[in-house]
């Protein structure tokens, strides 16, 4: 079982880091079909894993410029009211009823990753040049062509809508990057790769707050959740190198194809 559980960690955080979705999405379907743990010590063990694929994928990203760490932590305050929302909420819920909530996580999460084949990778707002819009906040990060510049629209907005995400990973122990990522990228116009970055540094503040109620209703598995984080930790940093590397189309394509068959085995796994 622990090999099983450190495999099942190497490929969510792998997969997580690259698309800034987090693991949770891979790993709480994953630990309640092919180990039979229940559903919210899954939940638990996810969202303490998530800080661990966050200070992985931050210590890669940082490095090249891509986060955006002012913006972060204005999405922060209304994420984390969110997040202990969530974590508490679901407290009351059945677990077939989390499965399927799980299923249709997973198809707006397919319908996210659809979107991002259709945006550009490397596009950006030059700040300013929005017909004269004087931007909150502006942030730059370096291509292999020079600093490339970008202003960051409709904060107050994305702000708002960051209360959802929380909520979502309080609940299902996903991270929150399903609702960040799409968010920052087509409602703010951050570039692409600067979402992700973001929503990976967020997700590490989001997982230990919901955390914190799993395990003060005594839903936490010590030894499960020690084991997946070093598995996390592997894929997270592999993950996050082959993330500024790896096409966009290709890492897209690869999660959407995981999440489709995950999908089918939750729905087979309700339908028990």
């Not at 319908?111 to 906040?137: C, E, H, R, T």
Request: glycine share 12%.
């Amino acid at each position: 079982m622990t090999l099983a559980v450190i495999g099942i960690g190497l490929l969510a955080g792998a997969l997580g880091s690259m698309v800034g979705l987090g693991g949770g999405i891979l790993i709480v379907p994953a630990l309640t079909i092919f180990l039979d743990i229940p559903v919210k010590t899954a939940i638990s063990a996810s969202l303490i894993s998530l800080v661990a694929t966050s200070i992985m994928s931050v210590s890669v990203f940082s490095k090249r410029g891509f986060i955006h760490f002012e913006l972060g932590f204005y999405l922060l305050v209304t994420t984390l009211l969110g997040s202990f929302l969530g974590s508490y909420s679901i407290q009351f819920v059945d677990q077939k009823t989390i499965l399927i909530l799980f299923v249709g996580l997973i198809v707006m999460a397919i319908y996210a990753m659809f979107n991002k084949l259709k945006i550009k990778q490397d596009s950006w707002v030059p700040a300013g040049s929005d017909d004269g819009q004087k931007f909150v906040l502006v942030g730059e990060f370096e291509t292999p062509k020079g600093p490339t510049f970008y202003g960051v629209e409709n904060l107050k907005k994305s702000i708002g809508v960051s209360f959802a995400a929380g909520c979502i990973s309080g609940m299902l122990g996903v991270g929150g990057g399903i609702v960040q990522v799409p968010v920052m990228n087509i409602l703010s116009k951050v570039p692409l790769k600067v979402s992700t970055a973001t929503s990976s540094f967020i997700i590490g503040f989001t997982g230990l707050a919901s955390a914190i109620v799993y395990i003060l209703y005594d839903q936490w598995d010590l030894r499960l959740t020690s084991t997946l984080i070093i598995g996390v930790l592997a894929g997270s940093y592999v993950g996050s190198k082959l993330a500024l590397k790896l096409s966009n189309t290709l890492t897209v394509g690869v999660f959407i194809a995981v999440l489709v068959a995950t999908a089918i085995k939750l729905m087979l796994k309700v339908l028990e």
